[in-house]
């Protein structure tokens, strides 16, 4: 069974920096794309910043030049290091990943959540 366990998240003030990290763990044949969405209270759950399996990120707009995104593939980690934070950063993170397993055939894989991490920023 695929588990994704964020760690990282706490409360920091407005112009500081904080690192989440996501492992992967269980039945992983292939690790593709991991990312890193959020979700506010009252909000939808929206992606953050995204990492292909060949290094090729995505971020949203709103995190541009702020946040980066990592992954290390042989600890099946990644990470998000969210710098210069505002307190419209505060959510829930959450890890995704895209995964191929035993039981999936080759080249298609799954979607698996984290159960999240609280990230607080104060003004």
């Known amino acids: 069974q695929v588990q994704l366990v964020e760690s990282g998240g706490g409360l920091v003030q407005a112009g500081g920096s904080l690192r989440v990290s996501c492992a992967a763990s269980?039945?992983?044949?292939?690790?593709?794309?991991m990312g890193w969405y959020r979700q506010a209270p009252g909000n939808q759950r929206e992606l953050v910043a995204q990492?292909?399996?060949?290094?090729?990120?995505e971020y949203a707009d709103s995190v541009k030049g702020r946040f980066t995104i990592s992954r290390d593939n042989t600890k099946k980690m990644v990470y998000l290091q969210m710098n210069n934070m505002k307190p419209e950063d505060t959510a829930t993170y959450f890890c995704?990943?895209?995964?191929?397993?035993?039981?999936?055939?080759?080249?298609?894989?799954?979607?698996?959540w984290g159960k999240g991490t609280l990230v607080t920023v104060s003004s």
């Open positions: 269980g039945g992983i044949r292939v690790l593709n794309n």
């Open positions: 995704h990943a895209i995964v191929e397993t035993p039981a999936t055939p080759r080249g298609f894989g799954m979607p698996f």
């Open positions: 990492i292909s399996s060949t290094m090729r990120t």
